[in-house]
């Protein structure tokens, strides 16, 4: 038996209509790619397969410093309690050879007085070794291995007190604490600068407490291959700053601009801003210094990825003189403005410097024009005000009285004269 047929024809149908229709293009968007040092500074990198562990061990007090702070307070905890159990034992052993804990044993030949059992033992443990000495329990002269016992658990709590007080201040002063008052522009900027192309930051200080010796390294990160075919996933290439050029430190003072000159030596010479978007490359930005009023060195670190540099614009001036002090305006301190600069690459504009020519002309065309229709408009404005007005005054032109002039007798009688004068002539 056949299928009975549609009425509705098949070109007309929901397939048909469907594959008629004009179907949107699909954008992907681009898989965002690891970053290498994250914008708080910490390093995105995960150390697996580690066979050689116990190299951590060899040296434990920068292993104590590493650890996060609660595996540091359990550790620490930990290793407490068990010298206290450890030596609690051993007077409880004292104890126990020496018959101290025989009820009928005389009080003055015992090793240590009041310690009857393990409870005691560890109570005198801790008096000992913390050197509380509460004054109930004591160590005597008839037993020489209690002396023994107790010059080993002076000298062993010692040991421990230094190393775990040592570890939770080296973890209390460490140089990244100060790093966060170190701050970066969220955005890098490019634009011209004394006619060249320029990557530019801006960092600041927000203690007043100076860092001795500030230095800013700039690192492009990016995956490249060798003529040989050899792939390098992490490759890092230098960047030279105009601030190292002249000296290698900065005055960090105020809030300082860092300058890139995009010259031949740079990894961003032959990129435009359509392809600085599509690159992978992430630039690194170390800054290192001595802390003036610890003498630790510091370092804070940012990246910014290709999509956090803004092609065509500049940083605002947050530094202004008020009342004989300069005053820094930290809301301010990420903001940026366009300003006219070229969409090529630095490469294209040393080879064609007409280009940066054009782009001015335009922009100063493109602002006299703004101030033109600003102006106009202003001046539109005045003249609709000024029209306004007067309309109201010839409207109320009829409702105003006439004037009165009054003469003088003498005046009056050479008015009239000239009045039937003109009169007659008419």
């Not at 054009?358 to 029209?387: A, V």
């Amino acid at each position: 038996m056949l299928a009975r047929k549609s009425i509705i024809p098949e070109e007309f149908g929901l397939p048909g209509l469907a594959s008629r229709m004009p179907r949107k293009p699909v954008f992907r968007d681009r898989v965002n790619k690891a970053r290498f040092i994250a914008k708080n500074g910490s390093c995105n990198l995960a150390h697996k397969n580690i066979r050689e562990q116990g190299r951590f061990l060899q040296d434990v007090f920068t292993t104590l410093v590493d650890l996060k702070w609660r595996f540091t307070l359990v550790i620490f905890t930990t290793t407490f309690v068990s010298s206290w159990l450890l030596f609690a034992m051993s007077w409880w052993l004292v104890a126990f050879a020496h018959g101290d804990l025989d009820p009928d044993r005389e009080t003055d030949s015992y090793c240590v007085t009041d310690v009857k059992s393990f409870t005691s033992a560890f109570l005198f443990s801790i008096e000992v070794q913390v050197t509380i000495g509460f004054g109930g329990r004591m160590i005597t002269e008839q037993c020489p291995t209690a002396i023994t016992v107790l010059i080993m658990q002076n000298i062993v709590g010692l040991i421990i007190n230094a190393v775990m007080l040592g570890c939770i201040f080296m973890k209390t002063a460490q140089s990244n604490r100060r790093a966060e008052t170190l701050i970066f522009s969220r955005h890098a900027v490019i634009a011209v600068r004394n006619n060249r192309l320029c990557f530019m930051i801006r960092i600041g200080d927000l203690r007043k407490s100076m860092i001795i010796g500030a230095t800013v390294r700039l690192q492009v990160v990016r995956k490249t291959t060798t003529p040989e075919g050899e792939v390098i996933p992490i490759h890092q290439i230098d960047v030279q700053t105009e601030s190292a050029v002249a000296s290698n430190s900065l005055f960090l003072l105020a809030p300082l601009i860092i300058c890139h000159v995009i010259d031949k030596t740079s990894p961003l010479y032959d990129l435009s801003a359509m392809e600085l978007q599509c690159s992978d490359l992430e630039v690194i930005v170390i800054l290192e210094g001595v802390v003036e009023t610890t003498g630790i060195t510091t370092q804070a670190r940012t990246s910014y990825v290709s999509e956090e540099i803004q092609w065509g614009h500049r940083f605002v001036p947050i530094v202004t003189e008020e009342e004989g002090v300069y005053s820094v305006d930290y809301s301010k301190f990420g903001n940026t403005v366009k300003v006219a600069t070229p969409r090529c690459s630095a490469r294209e504009l040393d080879e064609k410097p007409s280009i940066l020519i054009q782009t001015l002309q335009k922009s100063e065309l493109s602002h006299q024009n703004s101030l033109r229709k600003r102006n106009s408009m202003r001046r539109n404005n005045s003249m609709r005000k000024g029209g306004s007005s007067g309309s109201l005054r010839r409207n109320n032109s009829g409702l105003v009285a006439p004037k009165v002039q009054f003469f003088s007798p003498s005046e009056g009688g050479q008015s009239l004269n000239a009045i039937q004068s003109l009169n007659a002539v008419t």
